[in-house]
Structures are given as structure tokens and as C-alpha cells.
């Protein structure tokens, strides 16, 4: 390819399996409990983003337990907050997600992750991904969470990337879909969960990574078509 392109991705819960990482992290506190409690903290964790804006991730997590467990009636020990951040680490990438970024890479696409974590926490899962990574966005570099808009007008002003050489892919609708399609990015939606949002704004919709070096090209060459 004789000009740049970009594929950016959202990272937990489109390439690692956050879910798995929160339900894992809850189960040990309060074992027998951990899939009931993901669902809890799903609704809590981007009110904490709404509210602390420049919040750490490690402490969004920590705050977002937190209330997980109150509303489910349970004791939370202070220390016990942590947890999620610890487990971080070892949270695991979806099975498919290492060849579709390899693919990516091998067909000529610089590869960005555009995330809401902290620096420390991209870096340990950088290593699990298998794949260099040519540029990384965090919310503690921009001081905002997605679906702010942030994440994507840093990554565009920092590497000079124009919209026509750029797809954006990620799991979540609300964090990713959304706003960049208020940005007129493209996108391709990872509806990993089978969820029932309007998937017109999309520009693809895949049920996980496999053929995403295919899908990507299509969108971007009807893009430039």
C-alpha cells in the first residue's frame, strides 16, 4: 500500500475478554456470584467515567465495585477493590483476535488501539496481543472517557490521519459505534454479544474478528468510492 491506513481498535472487550476479567475478579471476592455481578457493574462503571472524567482506570474499577456490591447487598472489603485492577494482566484475548490483527498487519495496516485504561494496563496487555501495535491512545492521556470524543481526535491530530485512510473496529456501541460516527469515521462493529442496537450506524457488523481483514478493506474502499 503506497499511503498509510489505520485500523484502530477498542481493547477489552473487543480484542481481551473484559467480561471474563470482571466476572473472574468478582467470583473471588464472592464466589458463586461473579456473572450476576458483571451485569451490575456494567451499569456502574461508565457512570463513574461520567462522573470523574480524569479518574485513573484503577480507580474507576475500584469506585464501580464498589457500588456493584452495594447495590447487591454485599460487604466489600477495602482492600477487596483492587481486585480487578490486579487481575488486569492476565485477562485473556479472544480466540480469534491475534490472527485478525497479524492478517491486518500483513495486508499494510498500521494498527492503533484507542482505550479506556490506564497506560500501565495497555502495556501488560499489549503483550498478550501477540502483534506490534504502532500507536495507543489511553483515557489518562486524553483525561476523558469514550464515547467522549477525545480518544479519536487525539489519535487523528497526532498522526496526522485523515478519515479516508481510517476504520475504526470495536465491541462496544455505546463507547465506539457512536461517537465515531458522530466524527464520520468509518466503523465495523465486533457484536460479539448478539445485542439488538440499530446496527445501520455501523458501516459492517461482524459476530467476531474472523474475515476482518476482508471487511475492512470493503469499507474503506467504498469510503473512497
Given at each position: 500500500?503506497?499511503?498509510?491506513?489505520?485500523?484502530?481498535?477498542?481493547?477489552?472487550?473487543?480484542?481481551?475478554?473484559?467480561?471474563?476479567?470482571?466476572?473472574?475478579?468478582?467470583?473471588?471476592?464472592?464466589?458463586?456470584?461473579?456473572?450476576?455481578?458483571?451485569?451490575?457493574?456494567?451499569?456502574?462503571?461508565?457512570?463513574?467515567?461520567?462522573?470523574?472524567?480524569?479518574?485513573?482506570?484503577?480507580?474507576?474499577?475500584?469506585?464501580?465495585?464498589?457500588?456493584?456490591?452495594?447495590?447487591?447487598?454485599?460487604?466489600?472489603?477495602?482492600?477487596?477493590?483492587?481486585?480487578?485492577?490486579?487481575?488486569i494482566p492476565y485477562w485473556p484475548i479472544f480466540p480469534d483476535?491475534?490472527?485478525?490483527?497479524?492478517?491486518?498487519?500483513?495486508?499494510?495496516?498500521?494498527?492503533?488501539?484507542?482505550?479506556?485504561?490506564?497506560?500501565?494496563?495497555?502495556?501488560?496487555?499489549?503483550?498478550?496481543?501477540?502483534?506490534?501495535?504502532?500507536?495507543?491512545?489511553?483515557?489518562?492521556?486524553?483525561?476523558?472517557?469514550?464515547?467522549?470524543?477525545?480518544?479519536?481526535?487525539?489519535?487523528?491530530?497526532?498522526?496526522?490521519?485523515?478519515?479516508?485512510?481510517?476504520?475504526?473496529?470495536?465491541?462496544?456501541?455505546?463507547?465506539?459505534?457512536?461517537?465515531?460516527?458522530?466524527?464520520?469515521?468509518?466503523?465495523?462493529?465486533?457484536?460479539?454479544?448478539?445485542?439488538?442496537?440499530?446496527p445501520s450506524i455501523a458501516d459492517a457488523v461482524?459476530?467476531?474478528?474472523?474475515?476482518?481483514?476482508?471487511?475492512?478493506?470493503?469499507?474503506?474502499?467504498?469510503?473512497?468510492?
Amino acid at each position: 500500500m503506497s499511503e498509510v491506513h489505520w485500523a484502530t481498535f477498542d481493547c477489552f472487550g473487543t480484542l481481551v475478554d473484559w467480561r471474563h476479567g470482571i466476572a473472574t475478579g468478582a467470583e473471588l471476592l464472592f464466589p458463586g456470584r461473579g456473572a450476576e455481578l458483571l451485569e451490575i457493574y456494567n451499569r456502574h462503571e461508565p457512570q463513574v467515567q461520567r462522573e470523574f472524567p480524569a479518574m485513573r482506570y484503577r480507580h474507576v474499577m475500584a469506585e464501580a465495585l464498589r457500588r456493584t456490591a452495594e447495590e447487591a447487598g454485599l460487604e466489600l472489603l477495602e482492600d477487596d477493590a483492587s481486585v480487578l485492577a490486579a487481575g488486569i494482566p492476565y485477562w485473556p484475548i479472544f480466540p480469534d483476535t491475534r490472527a485478525a490483527l497479524a492478517e491486518l498487519r500483513e495486508a499494510g495496516w498500521r494498527l492503533a488501539l484507542l482505550t479506556n485504561c490506564d497506560r500501565d494496563f495497555i502495556g501488560e496487555s499489549q503483550r498478550r496481543l501477540g502483534v506490534p501495535i504502532d500507536a495507543i491512545v489511553t483515557a489518562e492521556d486524553v483525561g476523558t472517557y469514550k464515547p467522549h470524543h477525545n480518544h479519536f481526535t487525539r489519535f487523528e491530530e497526532s498522526f496526522g490521519v485523515t478519515r479516508d485512510r481510517w476504520v475504526h473496529v470495536a465491541q462496544s456501541y455505546f463507547h465506539d459505534m457512536v461517537p465515531a460516527r458522530e466524527l464520520g469515521i468509518s466503523r465495523i462493529w465486533i457484536n460479539r454479544l448478539h445485542e439488538s442496537d440499530d446496527p445501520s450506524i455501523a458501516d459492517a457488523v461482524l459476530p467476531g474478528l474472523h474475515g476482518l481483514a476482508e471487511t475492512v478493506a470493503q469499507v474503506h474502499l467504498g469510503r473512497r468510492g
